[in-house]
């Protein structure tokens, strides 16, 4: 495997120094290509194939871009008060009682919670898009117990789906959409990977000091998105 790799690498050199005589792309993007091109003959990288296209158009619209989050066009950001997120996102909340910590707000018509964190109950630490949901998931999970045996009502979790467009870094992700090609559309700063077991639960960077967060249908890198999550990292500390 070493001698092919290396082989491979000589091999794409020609192409580089043959490349740089046009006009074409950077000699850093040229490098990017040639060196994709060299793991994936080697057997280093999977060559998943073309990610499908969302078109934009749904309502409401999320853009995740720059590290940054704009609801409908409007900006909002972690740390803001929760009272500020509701009133962008607007109707159709359910929230925390007002002696709750941390508190909380959650819009089943467009499947969306927020909350705050335990050293900032009443700042948005985490922001959740659920897109989809498992076939025997119902308005609570059944498998959830008190101590007297009764169903338990996550009353702080949405029961609905996200109906809208979500866009993240250019590219458009609905309920079809696989965590393989979110990670191959976005910028790699963000630097998203599976987890040490499977790809059940990926993660990833947003801006330096927030996280990304999935749940994927399945446990592999070809896993339907199930919910998508930002959140500061302390929160999850």
């Not at 948005?124 to 989809?132: D, S």
């Not at 308005?139 to 467009?165: E, Q, T």
Request: with cysteine.
């Amino acid at each position: 495997m070493i001698k092919k790799i290396v082989t491979l690498l000589l091999l794409s050199g020609t192409v580089v120094c043959h490349a740089q005589n046009g006009s074409a792309p950077s000699l850093g993007e040229r490098l990017n290509s040639v060196f994709e091109q060299v793991a994936k003959k080697a057997g280093l990288v999977k060559d998943y194939g073309t990610p499908r296209k969302v078109n934009r158009g749904a309502r409401p619209e999320i853009i995740l871009k720059d590290n940054t989050i704009t609801w409908n066009g409007k900006p909002l950001a972690l740390g803001q008060s929760i009272e500020e997120w509701r009133k962008v996102i607007g109707k159709g909340a359910v929230c925390s009682a007002r002696n709750e910590r941390p508190g909380w707000c959650k819009w089943d018509a467009l499947g969306i919670e927020i909350a705050g964190s335990i050293g900032k109950p009443n700042q948005v630490g985490t922001f959740n898009v659920n897109f989809n949901r498992a076939a025997d998931e119902g308005l609570y999970d059944l498998r959830a117990r008190d101590a007297a045996g009764k169903p338990i009502d996550p009353v702080w979790l949405s029961k609905g789906v996200f109906p809208g467009y979500l866009e993240f870094d250019g590219f458009g992700i609905d309920k079809l959409t696989k965590f393989w090609e979110v990670r191959a559309s976005v910028d790699r700063q963000h630097d998203l990977r599976c987890g040490l077991r499977d790809c059940s639960h990926p993660l990833g960077a947003f801006g330096e000091s927030a996280a990304i967060y999935m749940i994927l249908m399945s446990n592999d890198e070809y896993g339907v998105i199930k919910e998508f999550a930002i959140a500061n990292d302390s929160t999850h500390q």
